[in-house]
């Protein structure tokens, strides 16, 4: 059987990598996509107080159980189902729940340091960077931390001047050199969005 087309999306906090992984998974509506988010990969912490969660710097690749997610793609690979973990970013840790993940042809993964680990990249057929104005993304992350993340205005602006922002610089956006093609403005970027479906349409010809 042939290997699925696996597809990387990273770039920092509030880019838009989610909603041009939306718009890539309903441009191909006619084929299955697999998507696996790697933030469902951070690390258990529920043998940690709430004091010691906040206290975690989630922006460091340390952060994440990255051994799992490999082993996970490669069972995808392989064309066999995974349990895969999910995350609780209101408790800082993972939740009881596991989701059933079935092996498609075309397999997306998606987060912050999707291109960090070089065993992960080397899976992976298409790097995709999505670089927004830090401007833009602490704006986007303020607003999307307090409606949905369970935030104060003051806690995320505390954490992005304190860890988000130096970890971006110093382990995020170096990672865009290992990009195939970089999106500037994420989601409404249409001709970019027009261009990653195609190739992964010629991709998927070829399986
Ligand atoms: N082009 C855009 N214009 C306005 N808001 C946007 C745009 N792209 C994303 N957002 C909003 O910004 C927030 C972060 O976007 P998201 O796609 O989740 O980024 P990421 O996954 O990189 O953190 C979300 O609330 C999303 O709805
Ligand atoms: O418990 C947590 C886990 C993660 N975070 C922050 O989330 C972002 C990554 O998510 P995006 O969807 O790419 O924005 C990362 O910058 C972490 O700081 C958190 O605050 N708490």
Redesign the pocket.
């Known amino acids: 059987m042939n290997k699925p087309t696996i597809i990387g999306i990273a770039g920092?906090?509030?880019?838009g990598?989610?909603s041009v992984t939306r718009k890539i998974i309903a441009s191909l509506e006619e084929h299955d996509i697999t998507l696996i988010e790697q933030?469902y990969y951070?690390k258990d912490q529920s043998h940690k107080t709430m004091e010691e969660?906040l206290k975690?710097n989630?922006?460091h690749p340390f952060?994440f159980d990255n051994d799992l997610l490999i082993e996970h793609v490669k069972s995808l690979i392989n064309r066999e189902s995974v349990e895969i973990p999910t995350?609780d970013?209101v408790n800082?840790?993972r939740s009881d729940k596991t989701i059933k993940i079935e092996p498609k042809n075309v397999i997306i993964i998606e987060?912050?340091f999707a291109l960090e680990n070089e065993q992960l990249r080397d899976l992976m057929d298409v790097k995709i960077y999505v670089d927004t104005d830090s401007d833009i993304r602490i704006l986007r992350?303020l607003s999307?931390?307090i409606k949905e993340?369970g935030?104060s205005m003051d806690s995320v602006i505390n954490?992005y001047l304190t860890?988000?922002r130096p970890m971006h610089l110093q382990f995020i956006e170096p990672t865009k050199r290992f990009s195939d093609i970089i999106i500037p403005e994420g989601g409404e970027n249409i001709v970019a969005i027009d261009i990653i479906t195609t190739k992964i349409r010629s991709l998927i010809k070829k399986l």
Do not use: M, N, W
Not at 12 to 15: D, I, K, L
């Open positions: 920092g906090t509030g880019s990598k989610t933030d951070y969660r975690t989630y922006d952060a995350y970013y800082h840790t987060g912050i992350r999307r931390d993340r935030r954490q860890v988000v």
